[in-house]
């Protein structure tokens, strides 16, 4: 009796421990999250590390803020993410519609070392990194460097500049940045789209994936477009003619944040994830791989990453448009777009 015991203890055993160990192994975390240069920097910077520390695996699925906006919506609190990548006014939006999970600080040891600032007061969504919406250009097809927004509308560039659409963050930025520069306000937006209507017609594409500027630069298409200072400096790196310009009217910040969408199969897995996201060492390789502003401040930025980056006087001159209006109001914004500039 006594073996048919003990291999029954045994075997107990070994059932237990596979209970333990068995289903992190097999856990797959579900990321939403921006494609081209900036899902392969965050493949070599937190989901190789994530993936190494916790045995598993990270499921990318590539889409832009509005999409997966929409796809949160859609599941209704029974979302197939586990996080998301997403702006802040997006965020701030499925918040108050309480699709979001509250993120637990105190499970980030890192969260000591970010600004405050980076974090919803009520915990629903941190950013991750400071951005913005800038122009780029080719300096061997422009020889003298735009400075102005209004550089966009130079009739020499018609056919050979791109926007981006308002479903993307860099479009609706420029709309928002034009509608300021032409003394207009979040409240009425008249002077904006009358402005970007002519600005859409002389526009190559009005592009609604990030990386799709990449190949127009390539292929000379364009000479210069609306895009954002991370992506140019990948593409740079790369032997891409490209310059990024601030300009002199202020870029429009972007503060792209981190969400756990309700309904999540892996909170806690969520919760180490975003921890290896907003850690010194993950915040510092991405700055300078991905030339994205860090928030944890004990991150030092390279000569190299600063001059393309918000940082310094570019970052003191940032506009950031108020998330709660912009949430309230982008729907809107959308269906007027749709009305007016698309074509």
Request: hydrophobic fraction near 45%; charge should be positive.
């Amino acid at each position: 009796m006594k073996p048919s015991v003990n291999r029954y203890l045994m075997g107990a055993a070994f059932a237990a421990a596979a209970m333990v160990t068995g289903p992190v192994h097999a856990q797959e975390l579900v990321v939403g999250i921006f494609g081209g240069s900036f899902q392969d920097d965050s493949k070599t910077c937190h989901v190789s590390e994530f993936e190494k520390k916790t045995g598993a695996k990270v499921a990318m699925k590539t889409s832009n803020s509005s999409q997966f906006a929409a796809a949160i919506r859609a599941t209704g609190g029974k979302s197939e993410f586990d996080v998301v990548y997403i702006d802040n006014s997006l965020a701030v939006q499925l918040k108050n519609e309480k699709l979001l999970d509250t993120i637990d600080r105190s499970k980030l040891p890192s969260a000591a070392d970010v600004s405050l600032r980076m974090f919803d007061k009520d915990n629903q969504f941190v950013v991750f990194m400071t951005g913005a919406t800038v122009i780029v250009y080719d300096p061997k097809q422009i020889a003298t460097p735009p400075t102005s927004w209004n550089d966009l509308f130079k009739p020499e560039y018609a056919g050979k500049v791109a926007i981006g659409d308002i479903t993307g963050t860099s479009g609706l930025h420029l709309l928002l940045a034009l509608n300021r520069m032409k003394g207009g306000d979040l409240s009425n937006l008249d002077a904006g789209f009358a402005a970007i209507k002519p600005l859409a017609k002389n526009s190559v594409t009005l592009y609604t994936q990030a990386d799709q500027i990449v190949s127009l630069f390539e292929r000379k298409e364009i000479a210069i477009a609306t895009w954002y200072p991370d992506r140019a400096g990948s593409a740079i790196d790369k032997g891409l003619s490209m310059a990024v310009v601030y300009p002199k009217e202020g870029a429009v910040a972007i503060l792209p944040a981190l969400v756990m969408p309700k309904g999540g199969k892996n909170p806690a897995l969520a919760l180490r994830y975003i921890e290896e996201v907003l850690s010194a060492k993950g915040q510092a390789c991405f700055a300078e791989k991905k030339y994205a502003g860090p928030v944890n401040t004990k991150v030092t930025l390279s000569d190299k990453a600063a001059k393309i980056v918000p940082f310094g006087p570019s970052f003191e001159a940032l506009w950031a448009p108020d998330p709660e209006v912009v949430a309230k109001s982008v729907a809107e914004w959308n269906r007027r777009w749709q009305r007016e500039v698309t074509r």
